[in-house]
């Protein structure tokens, strides 16, 4: 398995532009989650799907920020209108199960709003 | 919620020496305990994992140790060899709503200098 693929690897967009970030999970992979990770906060839960539903969205900051999951193969993470505290490194993850398993994280797309 | 400390933040050794990460939690239901490390430009990944029924768990040059009266556990790497340097997180997992919820440490910036 190539493991959890993230697109783009880097970001760059104008404050109030549309970005649109994308993951593939590990396949037979029942669990996908976001986060962002900051050197202030660390590794923020964005949105937790399991089975392709929405379970957890506590995390999602505000409504500029959307995500979605249409299949077990696919999930989006959109931030629209993008502002420049939005800069940050944001990684997908997905988890075998719901009992005692570790995630596999991807590369992570490093978003710079200017 | 569940809260989980890591202590140092930063941490520089000798080539050979013995690195100790600290982690504490807060909720007595937290049961899985895993550990990432992240290289630079990459994202975690799990290293070693340890459930809340077992005291300690060794892979090579790693263990794990939890103390759960005392809500504590630790990383330790033996033989520290430069490709060691990373940072390190510990996080905390308890089932929450019936799906398991994970709280990461803030991180350990492990230097080994040859």
């Known amino acids: 398995d190539a493991g959890v693929i993230q697109s783009p690897r880097h970001e760059v967009t104008e404050m109030g532009q549309e970005v649109t970030l994308r993951c593939k999970p590990i396949?037979?992979?029942?669990?996908l989650f976001w986060y962002r990770q900051t050197m202030m906060r660390g590794l923020e839960l964005l949105i937790y799907?399991?089975?392709?539903?929405?379970?957890?969205d506590s995390g999602m900051p505000e409504d500029r920020f959307s995500a979605k999951m249409p299949n077990a193969s696919f999930s989006t993470l959109k931030i629209q209108p993008s502002e420049p505290r939005d800069s940050a490194v944001y990684f997908c993850?997905?988890?075998?199960?719901?009992?005692?398993?570790?995630?596999?994280f991807g590369s992570g797309t490093r978003l710079t709003v200017v | 919620g569940e809260n989980v400390e890591q202590h140092p933040s930063t941490l520089s050794v000798q080539e050979g020496d013995s690195a100790v990460i600290k982690c504490t939690y807060s909720?007595?239901?937290?049961?899985?305990f895993p550990w990432y490390k992240q290289e630079l430009g990459k994202g975690p990944q799990l290293i070693i994992d340890i459930r809340s029924n077992v005291g300690e768990k060794k892979d090579q040059r790693i263990a794990v140790t939890l103390n759960k009266t005392a809500k504590h556990f630790s990383l330790h790497i033996t033989e520290t060899q430069p490709e060691d340097s990373a940072v390190y997180f510990c996080?905390?997992?308890?089932?929450?709503?019936?799906?398991?919820?994970?709280?990461f440490g803030i991180g350990t910036k492990l230097q080994v200098i040859p």
């Open positions: 993850a997905s988890r075998a199960g719901e009992g005692y398993y570790g995630y596999t």
């Open positions: 799907f399991n089975n392709n539903v929405p379970i957890d």
């Open positions: 996080a905390a997992s308890k089932n929450s709503g019936g799906y398991q919820k994970v709280t």
């Open positions: 909720d007595s239901a937290s049961n899985y």
């Open positions: 396949s037979g992979h029942d669990s």
